[in-house]
């Protein structure tokens, strides 16, 4: 298993049918390679925890550097891990993508199940750091 954690900016021309797009690619290619993790969008800033083995992590990764819809796409952590953190969350949908400052998620339940689950202390400080960035 292998986990790799990314923070990005969202482009200025960014909308909400983008990051509609994006949950719904994310389903698409992640379920089928058993690929798991949550996305947090506060506004301005991505991160995203990608979880599976690691070469199918790197796949996504490089195509994920690709994409226009972000830049300063930079690596936070990448480590072998033991265990999922985010089990059969595939970035999901409403339900298991914590889009903090999206108006039309609702997004305070959602980061609060990310911070709910159990995980190793520098996963959780990363990600107690991103919620505590402010976006727009």
């Known amino acids: 298993m292998y986990r790799l ?3 990005s900016t969202a482009s200025d021309a960014l909308t909400a049918a ?6 719904e690619t994310a389903v698409r290619n992640n379920e089928p390679q058993n690929l798991t993790g949550v996305l ?3 506004g301005l800033n991505f991160l995203q ?3 599976g083995t690691r070469a199918h992590v790197e796949n996504v990764y490089n195509r994920i550097l690709l994409d226009t ?6 690596t936070v952590l990448a480590e072998a891990a033991e265990i999922r953190i985010f089990s059969g969350w ?3 949908g409403r339900k298991t993508m914590a889009l903090a400052g999206h108006r039309d998620y609702d997004k305070m339940n959602d980061v ?3 911070l709910d689950r159990q995980m190793p202390g520098r996963v959780r400080q990363i990600l107690e750091n991103f919620t505590s960035l402010k976006g727009i």
């Open 5 to 7: 954690i990314y923070i």
């Open 18 to 23: 983008d990051i509609d797009d994006i949950v």
């Open 40 to 42: 947090v969008y506060n």
């Open 49 to 51: 925890v990608l979880e």
């Open 69 to 74: 819809r972000h830049v300063s796409v930079t």
């Open 90 to 92: 595939h970035m999901a």
């Open 112 to 114: 609060q199940d990310v």
